[in-house]
């Protein structure tokens, strides 16, 4: 490389991407395109690098497969940063292994970091965890193994393990303070925030409160019979049994649980369960016809049994019932925690996230707009979703993981 592309990189790597700039601004060259999109990316112009990066990757073209993987590595985290986690970021393996196979450690680490942060944001904790435990972070850049460090913490996070999270944080700071980077050391102040936020509701006949990661974690180590409102799962030791797919069913277990240990009126159960105005004889029938199919669903943890008055349950082996809900609980509670970390969504971001349709995210986010809860800026592909102003809204970090409840 020449002189003045040396000379921008350098300062790129020191973080003065205008002094990088006033080098390279007029060049069109693939080293030039390439390093004016780091600048401008560095700046913030995020549409604008990734346009040149683009067009970098396809000036190197085939004969420089490892510039064109940088390329795709560099266009990759500016979807990672825009939260556009589909197509965008699905050449990111594939840049990975090209750097891998020519020797670029340093790079392919730090690909396989941003693969696991978007695994987190989606979900999928346990491919997560497995390319960080091939990682080598000694090859991380310093800015990365800060990163890395909050994925772990991200990862325990959702697993509900508060100690490794605490832990993983305290890393994270640590390396933030060895770059000296501030934004970067605002990301770390604000996982921490998360952290130290409620983290969920326990609710009982007698009232309700606010529990912290640790309270939850131990609360799910105890003896009780947990009907998990933040998940819709039920736990019993280390039986989990899921109602995810079945709201109707979770619903009425909720009721149990939170009028146990005496019974639910069959009128409380109608009206919650199937959103009645009041009981009929119909709304009766399909009530017994769901306790039915409840009764099966958890067999192995409970009993339910009809009384004068409705029905009350029953643990085998647990003495207590808690009720796990999430902080604050309204319609589009679970999109909403998602907008609140700050950063903005893209609509098939949140889809992704939440495992469920793009449609039902949309309408989720026109309704949360239509109450002035939620914003959008730009068009088209281009748009992304940001919470207002929601002052203690709580966390996401008991929002569901993708085949991991647990």
Request: glycine share 8%; hydrophobic share 50%; with cysteine.
């Amino acid at each position: 490389m020449d002189s003045l592309i040396n000379s921008a990189a350098r300062a790129l790597a020191e973080g003065d991407p205008l002094a990088a700039l006033k080098r390279i601004a007029l060049r069109d060259d693939a080293p030039a395109l390439a390093l004016r999109g780091i600048a401008m990316a560095q700046l913030g112009e995020l549409a604008r690098a990734k346009e040149l990066l683009g067009n970098a990757g396809h000036a190197f073209g085939a004969g420089e497969p490892v510039a064109r993987a940088r390329c795709h590595l560099a266009m990759a985290e500016i979807a990672l940063v825009t939260r556009d986690l589909g197509r965008p970021m699905a050449g990111l393996g594939g840049a990975r292994s090209t750097l891998e196979k020519f020797g670029d450690l340093p790079n392919a680490a730090h690909a396989g970091y941003l693969e696991a942060r978007r695994l987190l944001l989606i979900g999928r904790l346990d491919e997560a965890e497995g390319i960080l435990d091939d990682l080598d972070v000694d090859m991380l850049p310093p800015t990365s193994r800060a990163g890395y460090a909050m994925v772990v913490a991200g990862i325990a996070m959702r697993r509900i393990h508060a100690k490794p999270a605490r832990d993983a944080l305290e890393r994270a700071r640590s390396a933030a303070a060895d770059v000296g980077n501030a934004a970067l050391n605002v990301e770390v102040d604000r996982a921490v925030q998360a952290l130290e936020a409620p983290a969920a509701r326990l609710i009982a006949r007698d009232g309700e409160r606010l529990l912290f990661l640790d309270e939850v974690e131990a609360l799910i180590a105890s003896d009780s019979l947990i009907i998990d409102a933040c998940r819709n799962v039920v736990r019993g030791g280390s039986t989990i049994i899921s109602l995810a797919s079945r709201p109707v069913l979770f619903a009425l277990m909720r009721v149990l649980g939170e009028d146990w240990p005496d019974d639910a009126s069959r009128d409380e159960l109608v009206i919650r369960a199937f959103r009645a105005r009041e009981a009929d004889e119909s709304h009766r029938a399909r009530l017994r016809v769901e306790i039915g199919r409840l009764r099966e669903a958890i067999g192995p943890l409970a009993e339910i049994h009809a009384t004068e008055q409705g029905f009350v349950l029953e643990p085998h082996k647990a003495r207590a019932v808690s009720v796990l809900a999430p902080p604050i609980e309204n319609e589009n509670g679970d999109v909403l925690a998602l907008l609140a970390n700050g950063e903005a969504w893209s609509s098939s971001a949140l889809a992704l996230a939440l495992d469920v349709s793009p449609r039902t995210v949309q309408r989720a986010l026109d309704a949360l707009a239509e109450k002035g809860k939620a914003e959008w800026f730009g068009q088209g592909r281009a748009r992304r979703w940001i919470a207002t102003s929601i002052p203690g809204f709580p966390t996401s970090l008991l929002l569901p993981a993708n085949g991991v409840v647990g």
